[in-house]
């Protein structure tokens, strides 16, 4: 069985890439690694991804394509691995917020596998499976190590001339405090400049925004992430699967002492089929949140596989979301079945095992979707055992 196969090569493989990983959080915001601002020594630099994907790509002997999709705001590429062949179209990305780094070496990781290995769970994958990969989507954020990307509101003004005279976004950073100096070198959450319109213009009327409400793509990075998503759309007639990994603060599995391994979540926006998402009623016909909850069942499965240990410790990120300016909420309301990880906070004090142990717990979640997508398994499960997924205690 796939999920075995992975498990057991897991350990072996995670030295074989880059170097053991070190970082430290304290943050507690969702989908922010944190408010501490981590170090990045042993995290992957952009030129080790450059370096990286096309050793990738060398060594699968063109089973990996890489490809570069568009540049941040800095003028660093944004890569896109693909790997496989199949009909179904699972679209993965990585660091949207710079400082939340463990998803990138576990895509890295996948991709050298995904490449390489002709076993026969892996060969059913790419037969079954067009699976991309932007594991470094935010780049400049990267570099900066910090949330937000780097770029002015005078230079979105610069893009749009239309957005004169108009407020800046609300999702512009431009505080100072004992981490972060954003006043003298501002920027985006991306994460909040998604648009279910995927062919939204920015008007200044929607102007300043709010949580509640779609973003704009005013940053190349969210403009680079939607063209991949529409020419993949133009393709195939669907984007299946959509998945964005992120980080979060350290927390507990409800009504335990158990730490929060990771995170899992399949609703990002109101049902458009409810008075509750009424809103979004134009979408209706597309969102399908049954499979977005299936999708996350079969990556929590394939968790606790792995029994007493801290794979076992996942839970179900803060439910009743309303964030259509987010990736997930976005191309969940284009039809895309939608999965959130929420890797747990890291600390100096956890060491190169815990590190190891968090990407590893990313790689056997995507792996479970993966494998329950390709196998059809997916169709068969129990939406409504997303509900017994535990709670987190925050």
């Given at each position: 069985m796939l999920i075995k196969s992975v498990f057991f090569s897991l350990t072996l493989l995670?030295?074989?890439?880059?170097?053991?990983?070190?970082?430290?959080?304290?943050?507690?915001?969702?989908?922010?690694?944190?408010?501490?601002?981590?170090?990045?020594?042993?995290?992957?630099?952009?030129?080790?991804?450059?370096?990286?994907?096309?050793?990738?790509?060398?060594?699968?002997?063109?089973?990996?394509?890489?490809?570069?999709?568009?540049?941040?705001?800095?003028?660093?590429?944004?890569?896109?691995?693909?790997?496989?062949s199949g009909d179904k179209v699972v679209l993965v990305q990585s660091e949207i917020h710079g400082n939340e780094k463990t998803g990138t070496k576990a895509l890295l990781q996948m991709l050298q596998q995904l490449g390489s290995?002709?076993?026969?769970?892996?060969?059913?994958?790419?037969?079954?499976?067009?699976?991309?990969?932007?594991?470094?989507?935010?780049?400049?954020?990267?570099?900066?190590?910090?949330?937000?990307?780097?770029?002015?509101?005078?230079?979105?003004?610069?893009?749009?001339?239309?957005?004169?005279?108009?407020?800046?976004?609300?999702?512009?950073?431009?505080?100072?405090?004992?981490?972060?100096?954003?006043?003298?070198?501002?920027?985006?959450?991306?994460?909040?400049?998604?648009?279910?319109d995927l062919d939204y213009t920015p008007q200044p009327e929607d102007f300043p925004g709010a949580s509640a409400e779609p973003g704009w793509y005013i940053t190349p990075e969210a403009q680079t992430v939607r063209d991949v998503y529409k020419e993949l759309d133009e393709q195939f007639g669907q984007v299946d699967v959509f998945v964005d990994l992120h980080h979060q603060g350290e927390y507990l599995i409800d009504g335990t002492d158990d730490?929060?391994?990771?995170?899992?979540?399949?609703?990002?926006?109101?049902?458009?089929?409810?008075?509750?998402?009424?809103?979004?009623?134009?979408?209706?016909?597309?969102?399908?949140?049954?499979?977005?909850?299936?999708?996350?069942?079969?990556?929590?499965?394939?968790?606790?596989?792995?029994?007493?240990?801290?794979?076992?410790?996942?839970?179900?990120?803060?439910?009743?979301?309303?964030?259509?300016?987010?990736?997930?909420?976005?191309?969940?309301?284009?039809?895309?079945?939608?999965?959130l990880f929420e890797v747990t906070g890291q600390t100096q004090t956890y060491g190169h095992q815990r590190m190891g142990q968090l990407v590893n717990a990313v790689e056997l979640g995507l792996y479970g979707i993966l494998d329950s997508v390709a196998s059809g398994n997916v169709y068969e499960i129990d939406a409504d055992d997303y509900d017994d997924i535990p709670l987190t205690d925050r």
């Open positions: 995670g030295a074989s890439v880059f170097a053991p990983m070190q970082a430290e959080a304290n943050g507690n915001s969702p989908g922010n690694f944190g408010d501490g601002k981590p170090p990045v020594s042993g995290f992957i630099s952009h030129d080790e991804l450059s370096n990286e994907l096309q050793k990738i790509e060398r060594s699968s002997q063109g089973t990996v394509d890489v490809d570069v999709v568009g540049h941040s705001n800095q003028g660093r590429e944004i890569y896109k691995a693909t790997v496989g290995n002709n076993a026969s769970d892996m060969r059913e994958l790419r037969e079954e499976l067009t699976i991309v990969a932007i594991p470094m989507m935010n780049p400049d954020s990267s570099e900066l190590n910090r949330r937000g990307n780097d770029m002015t509101w005078n230079e979105v003004v610069e893009d749009f001339p239309q957005l004169e005279g108009a407020p800046s976004s609300w999702n512009y950073y431009t505080y100072t405090n004992e981490f972060w100096d954003y006043a003298s070198n501002p920027g985006f959450d991306v994460n909040r400049d998604f648009n279910p730490e929060v391994t990771l995170s899992l979540s399949g609703v990002f926006v109101p049902d458009p089929n409810s008075d509750e998402g009424e809103k979004y009623s134009e979408y209706a016909d597309n969102y399908n949140e049954e499979f977005s909850k299936k999708l996350n069942v079969a990556a929590y499965n394939a968790l606790q596989q792995k029994g007493n240990s801290p794979f076992g410790n996942i839970s179900l990120y803060p439910q009743n979301l309303d964030l259509p300016g987010t990736a997930l909420g976005s191309f969940a309301l284009n039809g895309s079945g939608a999965v």
